[in-house]
């Protein structure tokens, strides 16, 4: 997740952006001059940035994501370090086939949605703002989140928001939706939210937006986010050059387990745990940046 603190630029005015955990990833990444970087979902660029600082004068990165803005919020950031960076519209998971058999010395897998998403209304990740039910974070490809609501049989719709939402009034939630949009289809995040918080009750976490379960588990599905990951975070891993390492920053426990569980595996077979538990944000940087407050840091070195 990128969040708010450096610069990038958004319609003429500069946006603020500070990179999650940017110290401890650092520490973990070992970045050395002249070696072979990637950053699995760059976003507005704020590690990618300081990878290329720490690497120079000859390091190299890869830049992926699957957000086109993001890309291009990236490549202006980045301008100034030239050819020594390369960035690939593509998923993270397409990482081993793009690096065309070339070994990484470090790749950064960030899984949260950025900043620049959930501030933009019209990318409907936010209940706070009016937007369309988007939330893809490709937009060039695939379907909505007003594709599920509007088209889910009720149980499919209630169950997918259980599993990935992990929210036990699922099924007043999605009854709810189906009377709704009997009447007219949903279009926007406000409409949405406002059926969620009415059907849901009281959040079971003091502070915590009842509409909250139900956009995270909605946009896990449109985005693919839980789909394939373990696998991809093992083919990852056996590209790395010997001695690189694999981090991985998840913001929830879905993600969170999933990599856990990988790089456990990996583990017993010509890896080595350099986190035990998770690294999580300081005080300091959950009271200057709030949106960091769930970020979990695990990372894997492959043996010399």
Do not use: C
Request: hydrophobic residues 40%; aromatic residues 4%.
């Amino acid at each position: 997740m990128e969040t708010t603190g450096g610069a990038a630029r958004e319609g003429g005015r500069k946006r603020r952006h500070e990179p999650v955990l940017l110290a401890e990833t650092m520490e973990l990444l070992a970045v050395r001059a002249g070696g072979l970087y990637v950053d699995g979902t760059v976003g507005l660029g704020g590690h990618a940035a300081e990878v290329l600082t720490r690497s120079a004068p000859d390091g190299r990165l890869v830049a992926f994501d699957r957000d086109p803005e993001a890309i291009e919020e990236a490549r202006a950031r980045l301008a100034a370090f030239g050819d020594r960076v390369r960035f690939e519209h593509a998923d993270f998971r397409e990482i081993p086939e793009r690096l065309a058999g070339e070994a990484p010395d470090g790749v950064l897998v960030d899984l949260g949605v950025s900043s620049m998403q959930l501030d933009e209304p019209e990318r409907g990740f936010s209940f706070s703002a009016e937007g369309p039910l988007d939330m893809r974070m490709d937009t060039t490809e695939g379907f909505t989140a007003a594709d599920l609501v509007n088209r889910l049989p009720e149980r499919e719709l209630a169950d997918l928001i259980f599993r990935w939402g992990d929210e036990h009034a699922s099924r007043r939630i999605a009854r709810a939706i189906v009377e709704a949009r009997r009447r007219r289809p949903l279009q926007t995040t406000t409409e949405l939210a406002e059926i969620v918080r009415r059907s849901a009750g009281r959040s079971r976490r003091p502070g915590l937006d009842p509409a909250t379960r139900t956009f995270q588990a909605l946009r896990i599905q449109v985005n693919r986010e839980i789909e394939g990951l373990a696998a991809a975070l093992e083919g990852i891993a056996n590209v790395l050059a010997p001695g690189a390492r694999l981090l991985a920053i998840a913001f929830h426990s879905l993600e969170d387990r999933e990599v856990k569980q990988t790089f456990r595996s990996l583990a017993t077979r010509g890896f080595r745990l350099l986190t035990r538990k998770p690294l999580r944000p300081t005080e300091e940087e959950t009271r200057r940046n709030p949106r960091a407050r769930s970020a979990h840091l695990r990372a894997i070195e492959r043996s010399p």
